[in-house]
């Protein structure tokens, strides 16, 4: 599994210290000695805060969109450059000398950052109290904020130590590190829930969609998908873009049956951040399309649909229907 970038390390600092400035400026807030790690409050949290709505995967899996830290220990790194990805960047692989620092130095000040950057709300005669009062409590951590975490070589040391804090712990990856991922299981170092992102139903769709970096990008995420069921929670997220992507739902049934997650996501690429500068407001499916690719795949799949959250635009499916499960003590 070879990659075919080639590292310039001099060229990707400027370029780094410019992406830092463009992101900072978009609310982004880089945290630890090396600032590679970086939180931003989402949108569902604050909208949460002032009781206007909540993330999908509070209705879906129990986790409380007020609570929840999104962040990455890789913001400015990534294998591939998905066209639908919302950051505002295009991604350089790590350089060879980079250094990184500890999960434990990276976890503080996330939490740090997050409980300054939610402060303004104290004040706000829109926002829950309570909520408020938790919200400086967080208890979720969302590894996906931006760039591919699996490539931060002590991921599952970070998981770890989410855990061992106990707070739960969603990991997002495009699958092209299985090694990394099998480091997780022989280590026992499992996320609470793992997200693999399948960007397409075949290796030329995926080239065109998410443009890896690594030539073998298909059987690297093909790989991973093949571990899912060693996972104690897993999740198969299809972000899906019209005239790119949203084709052949019999393709994606297929490798959804046999990686046998416990959950199947099926949702529309949104139309916001980066996205709106690669791709047109016009290819963002709707709802009711996206109710109708997943009804495909349920006709060619054992998966199920169970739940729906419209503003979203995504659908919740499981294996033969099988009743989705919160989280514990999240319920």
């Not at 998905?82 to 999960?103: A, I, K, N, S, V």
């Amino acid at each position: 599994m070879q990659s075919n970038v080639i590292f310039n390390q001099n060229s990707a600092k400027s370029y780094r210290e410019r992406m830092m400035e463009k992101m900072e400026k978009a609310g982004y807030r880089f945290v630890g000695k090396r600032k590679h790690s970086a939180v931003k409050i989402c949108s569902w949290c604050k909208s949460s805060l002032n009781e206007k709505g909540h993330c999908y995967k509070q209705k879906f899996y129990g986790i409380e969109s007020s609570q929840c830290i999104q962040m990455s220990p890789t913001a400015l790194v990534c294998s591939e450059n998905c066209l639908f990805c919302w950051r505002p960047l295009r991604y350089t692989m790590p350089g060879q000398g980079d250094e990184w620092d500890e999960p434990s130095e990276i976890l503080d000040g996330c939490i740090e950052a997050q409980r300054d950057l939610l402060q303004g709300f104290g004040g706000n005669p829109n926002t829950d109290n309570k909520k408020f009062y938790y919200a400086m409590r967080p208890k979720h951590v969302a590894i996906s904020l931006s760039g591919e975490p699996t490539l931060y070589p002590k991921i599952g040391s970070l998981v770890e130590e989410i855990i061992k804090r106990k707070m739960t712990a969603f990991l997002v990856t495009n699958g092209t590190l299985p090694e990394r991922l099998q480091s997780l299981l022989d280590n026992d170092q499992q996320p609470t829930q793992l997200y693999i992102t399948l960007a397409a139903p075949d290796n030329e769709t995926l080239r065109k969609t998410a443009l890896p970096m690594f030539d073998d990008a298909w059987e690297r995420l093909m790989a991973s998908l093949a571990m899912l069921e060693q996972f104690k929670r897993s999740v198969i997220r299809l972000t899906l873009v019209k005239n790119l992507n949203l084709v052949s739902p019999e393709g994606y049934a297929e490798i959804v049956d046999k990686a046998s997650p416990d959950y199947l996501e099926v949702k529309a690429f949104m139309s916001v951040g980066g996205a709106r500068e690669r791709l047109a407001y016009e290819l963002m499916p709707s709802d009711s399309e996206i109710l109708d690719f997943a009804e495909n795949i349920e006709r060619n799949s054992s998966y199920k649909i169970i739940d729906h959250k419209e503003d979203s635009r995504v659908v919740l499916m499981t294996r033969d229907g099988k009743p989705k499960e919160f989280l514990p003590g999240d319920d």
